[in-house]
């Protein structure tokens, strides 16, 4: 850049900051001019401390970017593109950069490849779980009406037989039923109820759920508060999510306490984040409550981990595979979604609500 440029750097880039592609400035020389927010976002730092910082740094191999880098400074490329590991706070992550030579300044994109698969899985899950539902409701309510009637005939069947052995039959077809109906009630119930909206902290409902899980599995699963105490008050409707809440931290501690393994040192995290510019679905939003559950158990089963929000999918021997659909539907009606990553030993599954209505 001339040194002549009476433009503040921060001024000339600022409009970087109103994209979600991560944007770094630098100067021939590889030193670090500005970064964009997405930047900041993804590295977990501030602006201030990539300023004068080489653009290789941020990568573990710091080498093989150099000669992309390179490449483009001496060859007078128009556009390079690079694939590698960035060294973030306590993670790594891989990224496609591609770099743009810009009169005397070099702009590089970053992609975080994970992201970016996550985001497309999040939309095919949430369209497929909603074509799901819609069946399975559908289903449902056919099964329903002759429920009603074949449990009343069983009851006059009842009445009629005078072997009481006989009733032990008309009892359990009776039993059968009811627990049929239950299944179907809670296939249709959450479609029928609309939202209850209150304007509240999110700590609220962590600290009622927190309650409720030491109660449950005290001395078993350790379970570790990280707030950010600084999250502004939410509109939503609070029973609805400590009933989400509430179904994924008890999937997570359901799944280290029946790990194959025994898992050392049980431990359950619940973390509240604000993201900001996050792009959800299909919207940006400015702000983005995020409500992580972390465990250290066994990770979602292999066989499922596609269908796991899809009505009637469980990897447990007594569930019933509703919790995590009934979960996502909730927070869909509140304009937000449930993602997840999972591998042995760490599965995180994240609450995404909106902060605004409004979006970009
Ligand atoms: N944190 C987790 N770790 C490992 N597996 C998980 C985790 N969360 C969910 N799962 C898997 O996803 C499946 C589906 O969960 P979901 O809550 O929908 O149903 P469920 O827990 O089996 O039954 P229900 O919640 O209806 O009693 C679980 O059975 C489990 O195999
Ligand atoms: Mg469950």
Same mark, same amino acid.
């Given at each position: 850049?001339?040194?002549?440029?009476?433009?503040?750097?921060?001024?000339?880039?600022?409009?970087?900051?109103?994209?979600?592609?991560?944007?770094?400035?630098?100067?021939?020389?590889?030193?670090?001019?500005?970064?964009?927010?997405?930047?900041?976002?993804?590295?977990?730092?501030?602006?201030?401390?990539?300023?004068?910082?080489?653009?290789?740094?941020?990568?573990?191999?710091?080498?093989?970017?150099?000669?992309?880098?390179?490449?483009?400074?001496?060859?007078?490329?128009?556009?390079?593109?690079?694939?590698?590991?960035?060294?973030?706070?306590?993670?790594?992550?891989?990224?496609?950069?591609?770099?743009?030579?810009?009169?005397?300044?070099?702009?590089?994109?970053?992609?975080?490849?994970?992201?970016?698969?996550?985001?497309?899985?999040?939309?095919?899950?949430?369209?497929?779980?909603?074509?799901?539902?819609?069946?399975?409701?559908?289903?449902?309510?056919?099964?329903?009406?002759?429920?009603?009637?074949?449990?009343?005939?069983?009851?006059?069947?009842?009445?009629?037989?005078?072997?009481?052995?006989?009733?032990?039959?008309?009892?359990?077809?009776?039993?059968?039923?009811? !627990?049929?109906?239950?299944?179907?009630?809670? $296939?249709? =119930?959450?479609?029928?109820?609309? /939202?209850? &909206? *209150? +304007?509240?902290?999110?700590?609220?409902?962590?600290?009622?759920?927190?309650?409720?899980?030491?109660?449950?599995?005290?001395?078993?699963?350790?379970?570790?508060?990280?707030?950010?105490?600084?999250?502004?008050?939410?509109?939503?409707?609070?029973?609805?999510?400590?009933?989400?809440?509430?179904?994924?931290?008890?999937?997570?501690?359901?799944?280290?306490?029946?790990?194959?393994?025994?898992?050392?040192?049980?431990?359950?995290?619940?973390?509240? !984040?604000?993201?900001?510019?996050?792009?959800? $679905?299909? =919207?940006?939003?400015?702000?983005? /409550?995020? &409500? *992580? +559950?972390?465990?250290?158990?066994?990770?979602?089963?292999?066989?499922?981990?596609?269908?796991?929000?899809?009505?009637?999918?469980?990897?447990?021997?007594?569930?019933?595979?509703?919790?995590?659909?009934?979960?996502?539907?909730?927070?869909?009606?509140?304009?937000?979604?449930?993602?997840?990553?999972?591998?042995?030993?760490?599965?995180?599954?994240?609450?995404?609500?909106?902060?605004?209505?409004?979006?970009?």
């Amino acid at each position: 850049m001339s040194s002549t440029t009476l433009t503040p750097v921060a001024q000339q880039w600022q409009t970087f900051d109103l994209l979600l592609t991560c944007i770094i400035v630098a100067n021939e020389a590889g030193q670090i001019e500005w970064v964009n927010s997405a930047t900041q976002n993804l590295f977990e730092r501030s602006r201030r401390s990539f300023i004068g910082a080489t653009v290789a740094s941020l990568f573990e191999d710091k080498e093989s970017f150099q000669k992309a880098f390179d490449t483009i400074v001496k060859r007078r490329s128009v556009s390079v593109a690079f694939s590698g590991g960035i060294a973030k706070f306590e993670s790594t992550e891989t990224v496609n950069a591609v770099m743009h030579l810009s009169h005397d300044n070099i702009i590089l994109e970053l992609h975080p490849i994970e992201q970016q698969a996550l985001s497309e899985r999040s939309i095919r899950l949430a369209r497929e779980l909603e074509i799901y539902q819609e069946t399975f409701r559908n289903l449902a309510h056919e099964v329903k009406n002759p429920l009603g009637g074949i449990r009343g005939a069983a009851q006059l069947l009842e009445l009629e037989l005078e072997n009481t052995d006989h009733q032990e039959y008309t009892k359990v077809i009776i039993a059968e039923v009811d !627990r049929l109906q239950q299944l179907v009630d809670r $296939l249709i =119930k959450p479609a029928q109820s609309g /939202l209850q &909206l *209150s +304007v509240f902290n999110i700590h609220e409902i962590c600290e009622r759920v927190f309650t409720l899980l030491n109660a449950e599995y005290q001395g078993k699963i350790t379970f570790v508060r990280d707030y950010d105490a600084s999250i502004p008050d939410i509109k939503a409707d609070k029973a609805k999510l400590v009933q989400v809440y509430l179904n994924i931290c008890g999937n997570a501690a359901q799944a280290i306490l029946g790990a194959k393994e025994a898992i050392e040192q049980p431990k359950i995290i619940l973390r509240t !984040r604000i993201l900001h510019r996050y792009l959800l $679905l299909d =919207k940006i939003y400015r702000m983005v /409550l995020c &409500l *992580s +559950v972390i465990d250290n158990g066994p990770g979602v089963p292999a066989n499922i981990v596609d269908r796991v929000f899809h009505p009637l999918v469980t990897g447990r021997a007594n569930g019933t595979g509703l919790g995590l659909s009934l979960a996502q539907e909730l927070v869909r009606q509140h304009g937000g979604l449930i993602e997840f990553d999972t591998v042995p030993g760490r599965t995180e599954f994240r609450v995404l609500l909106p902060m605004e209505d409004s979006h970009e």
